[in-house]
């Protein structure tokens, strides 16, 4: 892929990519998605990522999470299928083992399409094991992976994990971009922000890296992407979860076009469709903000951008013409 080509023609490609809406389709083709995370702490990020999947199209949507997120993320909405298989240590019970817990979540992954690992995870040592434990099985079966807040605490600390992972989009902030380096041994004092992502992403061994910011660079060392669609102008946390859930559902997509459910000119590559879903997903997302700040100005808040996915979707992709 040009690392010089226009956002026109990117986002041209990504719409090749998204599967038409087809008569001929069952429950699940269009993407059975899982976010995992969700602590007691941490609710509302798991929503957000799982919401956002769900509202760009994707079938299936998934929270494998904590029993008591389990039962408050159950009230936010009745479209998500929550899983309160993953467990804190402290509310690890007698009868169970850590073993038993990433064996309860591994099972979940004959079903799914893509996981996204981190939004309302926490720091807890048996939440982050069981999460190292899915990430390798993950890598086994060839499953393509989100890591995003404290999933990317996995690839700082383990990067072993990650590295050399072709099917994995990592999305860190300033901050945690800067962790990942370190960890790495990456310098990023001087340079082109592109530059920069590129660098690290090579250290990874070519894993995909959505850097975010005031613009997304979009690398998986070979050549940078640069999304700078306009976003709104207020910084609420959680706005990151929205694009972790389109991440989600692109990468579906993108599985759907490779297993050619439908009739294409199958002229993209798997390489340059992991670049694509991670574009998409910015611009998405990007434009998620710019209409609900529209909308809230200083009011906006994270939820606000859940209900616009999909007119962020028609807006920046496109839907294609039904067809029977």
Known sequence: MAANATRKELLGKVYKMVPPMLESFHKGQLGRVAVI??????TGAPYFSAMASAKLGADMSHVICEPGAGAVIKTYSPNLMVHPYMRQSKNLSAS????????????MLSRLHVIVIGPGLGRDKLMQDTCAKVIREARK??????????????AQTQ?????????????PNVVEFGRLAKAKGVEIGEGAPEELCGKLARAFGGVTIVQKGAKDYISNGDFTLVSDGEGGLKRSGGQGDTLTGSLATLLAYRKAYHDRLWEHENDLEQGETLALAAYGGSAVTRECSRLAFKDKGRALQASDLTDHVHQAFLNVVGEKESKL
Not at 96 to 107: G, K, L, N, Q, R
């Open 159 to 171: 990067p072993e994990l990650v590295d050399g992972c072709t099917e994995c989009i990592l999305t």
């Open 141 to 154: 079966r060839g499953i393509p992976f989100v890591l995003d807040a404290d999933g990317l605490y996995l």
């Open 96 to 107: 169970e083992s850590a073993d038993s817990v990433s064996a309860e979540v591994i099972a």
């Open 37 to 42: 995370g969700g602590s007691e702490d941490y």
